[in-house]
């Protein structure tokens, strides 16, 4: 079956129509100038018709499968009047989940950096600088209050749904819903009190723990009775866990050596004897999946969504003998209703190479958004002007190296110091015209996704090309989602 592009339709009031692959016959409007294209999906398109259109024979039903993770996987689906399954998109979506939180560590960074120079200058100027306690507990969280980084799985999950669902009449969901037993993912045979009773049970803290299991002995040079500490295999910075696998012990000379070579680094990785497994976005499935339900029974209404377990489209799938992938697992997930109640479907079959995917980019880069080029400082007196330097941060090291040097000798002499603001980086005129941070833009064949304005004053490089603003067009303004391949 050859690849059919699905168009979403809406009249001129903006009631959502049948979705159709009849391309065709959307070109033959548009030349007509009986409709008009009012938003992109990718390479979807969503068309506005402005001509009285007659209402299909048959009734369709249509449902969305959502196959949650941090691949989304959807899959929309039409069932006619005589049980005839119908695929007519199916699409992965790739959250930025995982950058989340190294983002937030950054800011950290930034943040403790700022205040680290602001006490700086304080002691520069004479005067001791205010330390007051930590204060962490005198916020009240909200009712529902996630994490950062579950939030914005969550809302990328709604964003998604929404995304889709927006241009589908009387659609209805079937949701995965996944609650993952962690415990029991790690020993299959756990039960009872067990729960209660991990590796932890008899020890004060991980510490004792990693100390007896290693039988106070340093597992590289063999040497007892010292004061030992505990190594990381895989490094914080490399997102290594605090978990007990991935911690040894080391004595302090040894310690040192592993963080000056890291070819012994190998040495250790042989002494761990489980791998240590990563349930993140287990975790974080099992944290947002009531708040996802309770969403969608609320916006589409309980009528309208259906709920199943990964057992159902694993049964389901086998039975069609389809491949593991997302989208087929959403296939799985949209029929399995159908399926429960025992109705005779006619099926049509998944070609992987129908499957559209996106990758979710950042959208809000203040940072970005609020640098400047060309900023200039100047020692003023009178009518003298001497500039002391050029594109400087006042909260960088290099800037206060040129103060000590330059610019606090003048400011014994009388000058003060003035700051002529640089350009911005980000312009308005191309705002405007819809060349915003985020935006979807195509380049010929190619589609892909603003990560700044401030290189279309001189062109847009992109593989190596640069590209004029005439040679660009913008076809999703709103976006952060690229199509990275249909």
């Not at 593991?324 to 799985?332: E, L, P, S, V």
């Amino acid at each position: 079956m050859s690849h059919q592009r699905l168009v979403f339709l809406v009249d001129g009031r903006n009631k959502v129509l049948h979705p159709t692959r009849k391309l065709d016959m959307v070109r033959r409007w548009l030349r007509q100038m009986n409709a008009k294209v009012i938003k992109f999906i990718g390479k979807i398109m969503v068309v506005q018709v402005f001509k009285i259109l007659s209402q299909q024979k048959d009734n369709p039903t249509y449902w969305i499968g959502v196959d949650p993770g941090d691949t989304i996987g959807i899959c929309l689906i039409r069932i006619t009047m005589h049980n005839k399954v119908k695929r007519l998109l199916s699409v992965e979506f790739h959250t930025r989940s995982k950058e989340i939180k190294q983002l937030l560590e950054t800011r950290r960074m930034y943040r403790c950096t700022r205040r680290y120079f602001r006490r700086k200058r304080v002691k520069r100027k004479g005067y001791v600088p205010k330390h007051r306690p930590v204060r962490f507990e005198n916020r009240r969280r909200p009712d529902g209050w996630l994490t950062p980084s579950v939030q914005h799985f969550l809302d990328s999950h709604k964003a998604v749904i929404r995304k889709i669902a927006e241009f589908v009449p009387n659609a209805n969901i079937s949701l995965e819903y996944a609650k993952f037993d962690i415990q029991r993912m790690i020993n299959p045979d756990i039960e009872g009190e067990q729960y209660q009773r991990g590796k932890l049970f008899v020890y004060q803290n991980i510490r004792a723990y990693v100390l007896h299991r290693d039988k106070y002995t340093c597992q590289l040079c063999g040497k007892k009775n010292t004061q030992f500490q505990l190594h990381h295999v895989v490094p914080r910075s490399q997102n290594g866990k605090d978990h007990p696998d991935n911690l040894i012990t080391l004595c302090p000379s040894c310690h040192v050596k592993v963080h000056n070579d890291t070819t012994l680094l190998k040495k250790l990785q042989s002494k761990i004897k489980t791998k240590i497994a990563d349930f993140t976005f287990t975790s974080r499935l099992n944290t947002i999946m009531p708040f996802l339900k309770y969403w969608l029974q609320n916006k589409f209404g309980k009528d309208q969504v259906w709920f199943c377990i990964g057992a159902d489209s694993y049964v389901i799938r086998k039975e069609l003998n389809l491949a593991k992938t997302h989208c087929n697992d959403a296939y799985c997930i949209a029929i399995n209703k159908l399926v429960r109640y025992n109705v005779d479907l006619d099926h049509e079959p998944v070609i992987d190479k129908q499957v559209i995917r996106f990758e979710q980019k950042r959208q809000h880069n203040r940072r970005m958004k609020n640098s400047e080029r060309n900023r200039l400082y100047y020692a003023v007196k009178d009518q003298k002007r001497i500039r002391v330097a050029i594109n400087r941060n006042g909260n960088s090291e290099a800037f206060h190296e040129v103060y000590d040097t330059k610019i606090l000798p003048l400011l014994k002499q009388g000058y003060h110091l003035k700051v002529n603001s640089g350009v911005k980086g980000y312009r308005k005129k191309f705002s405007e015209l819809g060349f915003k941070e985020g935006a979807t833009i195509r380049i010929g064949n190619c589609v892909d996704v603003l990560k700044g304005t401030s290189a279309l004053t001189y062109g847009y490089t992109y593989d190596g090309t640069i590209f004029k603003l005439k040679d660009m067009e913008v076809v999703y303004p709103y976006g952060g989602w690229k199509c990275v391949k249909i």
